[in-house]
Nanobody
Framework: QVQLVESGGGVVQVGGSLRLSCVASGRSFTYYAMGWFRQAPGKERAFVAGINWGAGRRYYADSVKGRFTISRDNAKNTVYLQMNSLEPEDTAVYYC??????????????????WGQGTQVIVSS
Protein backbone atom coordinates (compact mmCIF):
# COMPACT_ATOMS: atom_id res chain seq x y z
CA GLN A 1 0.00 0.00 0.00
CA VAL A 2 1.41 3.36 -1.05
CA GLN A 3 1.46 6.02 1.63
CA LEU A 4 2.73 9.56 1.89
CA VAL A 5 2.99 10.79 5.46
CA GLU A 6 3.62 14.43 6.26
CA SER A 7 4.98 15.79 9.51
CA GLY A 8 6.43 18.99 10.89
CA GLY A 9 3.40 21.25 10.93
CA GLY A 10 2.43 23.31 13.93
CA VAL A 11 1.85 26.78 15.27
CA VAL A 12 4.52 29.40 14.70
CA GLN A 13 4.72 33.15 15.06
CA VAL A 14 5.06 35.53 12.15
CA GLY A 15 8.61 35.48 10.86
CA GLY A 16 9.27 32.02 12.20
CA SER A 17 10.28 28.84 10.42
CA LEU A 18 9.05 25.29 10.02
CA ARG A 19 10.36 22.29 8.15
CA LEU A 20 7.85 19.87 6.71
CA SER A 21 8.77 16.31 5.84
CA CYS A 22 6.98 13.78 3.68
CA VAL A 23 7.99 10.14 3.82
CA ALA A 24 6.79 7.81 1.11
CA SER A 25 6.34 4.10 1.62
CA GLY A 26 5.03 1.23 -0.42
CA ARG A 27 6.99 2.14 -3.53
CA SER A 28 9.88 4.32 -4.66
CA PHE A 29 9.28 7.77 -6.14
CA THR A 30 12.87 8.28 -7.20
CA TYR A 31 11.90 8.92 -10.82
CA TYR A 32 8.81 11.02 -10.12
CA ALA A 33 8.36 14.71 -9.56
CA MET A 34 7.04 15.51 -6.11
CA GLY A 35 5.61 18.61 -4.58
CA TRP A 36 3.79 20.46 -1.87
CA PHE A 37 0.35 21.97 -2.08
CA ARG A 38 -1.69 23.84 0.48
CA GLN A 39 -5.32 24.54 1.20
CA ALA A 40 -6.41 27.46 3.32
CA PRO A 41 -9.89 27.64 4.87
CA GLY A 42 -12.47 28.49 2.23
CA LYS A 43 -9.95 28.25 -0.60
CA GLU A 44 -9.04 25.67 -3.18
CA ARG A 45 -5.92 23.55 -2.94
CA ALA A 46 -3.00 25.32 -4.59
CA PHE A 47 0.52 24.54 -5.73
CA VAL A 48 3.32 25.66 -3.38
CA ALA A 49 6.53 24.01 -4.58
CA GLY A 50 7.66 21.20 -6.84
CA ILE A 51 10.88 19.32 -7.49
CA ASN A 52 11.74 17.17 -10.46
CA TRP A 53 12.83 13.57 -10.14
CA GLY A 54 16.54 14.38 -10.30
CA ALA A 55 16.24 17.28 -7.84
CA GLY A 56 17.92 19.57 -10.34
CA ARG A 57 14.87 21.72 -10.98
CA ARG A 58 12.66 23.35 -8.40
CA TYR A 59 9.54 25.40 -8.88
CA TYR A 60 7.71 27.73 -6.53
CA ALA A 61 4.51 29.67 -6.34
CA ASP A 62 5.20 33.40 -6.54
CA SER A 63 3.89 33.89 -3.02
CA VAL A 64 6.60 31.70 -1.47
CA LYS A 65 9.62 32.40 -3.68
CA GLY A 66 12.64 33.38 -1.65
CA ARG A 67 11.09 32.09 1.57
CA PHE A 68 10.42 28.37 0.96
CA THR A 69 12.84 25.71 -0.24
CA ILE A 70 11.88 22.26 -1.47
CA SER A 71 14.36 19.40 -1.43
CA ARG A 72 14.35 15.63 -1.62
CA ASP A 73 16.39 12.67 -0.44
CA ASN A 74 15.68 9.79 -2.80
CA ALA A 75 17.62 7.36 -0.63
CA LYS A 76 15.10 8.05 2.13
CA ASN A 77 12.11 8.40 -0.20
CA THR A 78 11.51 11.75 1.48
CA VAL A 79 10.72 15.26 0.34
CA TYR A 80 11.08 18.36 2.51
CA LEU A 81 9.75 21.89 2.58
CA GLN A 82 11.76 24.43 4.53
CA MET A 83 9.56 27.41 5.26
CA ASN A 84 11.14 30.65 6.50
CA SER A 85 9.79 34.12 7.17
CA LEU A 86 6.32 32.71 7.63
CA GLU A 87 3.35 35.02 7.21
CA PRO A 88 -0.26 34.70 8.37
CA GLU A 89 -1.21 34.08 4.72
CA ASP A 90 0.79 30.85 4.86
CA THR A 91 -1.71 29.35 7.29
CA ALA A 92 -3.14 26.25 5.63
CA VAL A 93 -3.12 22.48 5.55
CA TYR A 94 -0.05 21.40 3.61
CA TYR A 95 -0.15 18.29 1.45
CA CYS A 96 2.64 16.29 -0.10
CA UNK A 97 2.02 14.72 -3.48
CA UNK A 98 3.72 12.52 -6.04
CA UNK A 99 3.30 12.75 -9.79
CA UNK A 100 1.51 10.15 -11.85
CA UNK A 101 4.07 9.90 -14.66
CA UNK A 102 7.80 9.43 -14.28
CA UNK A 103 10.54 11.78 -15.47
CA UNK A 104 8.39 14.92 -15.59
CA UNK A 105 9.92 18.21 -14.58
CA UNK A 106 7.20 19.37 -12.27
CA UNK A 107 4.03 18.24 -10.59
CA UNK A 108 0.67 19.95 -10.98
CA UNK A 109 -2.58 19.64 -9.12
CA UNK A 110 -4.05 17.84 -12.13
CA UNK A 111 -1.18 15.38 -12.44
CA UNK A 112 -0.69 14.44 -8.78
CA UNK A 113 -1.53 10.82 -8.23
CA UNK A 114 -0.67 10.14 -4.60
CA TRP A 115 -1.46 12.41 -1.67
CA GLY A 116 -0.60 12.58 1.98
CA GLN A 117 -3.14 13.24 4.67
CA GLY A 118 -1.94 16.80 5.25
CA THR A 119 -0.28 18.66 8.08
CA GLN A 120 -1.63 21.87 9.58
CA VAL A 121 0.47 25.02 9.63
CA ILE A 122 -0.79 28.00 11.62
CA VAL A 123 1.08 31.29 11.57
CA SER A 124 -0.02 33.56 14.37
CA SER A 125 0.44 37.31 14.38
Amino acid sequence: QVQLVESGGGVVQVGGSLRLSCVASGRSFTYYAMGWFRQAPGKERAFVAGINWGAGRRYYADSVKGRFTISRDNAKNTVYLQMNSLEPEDTAVYYCAADSVSYRDNIRLSTANYWGQGTQVIVSS
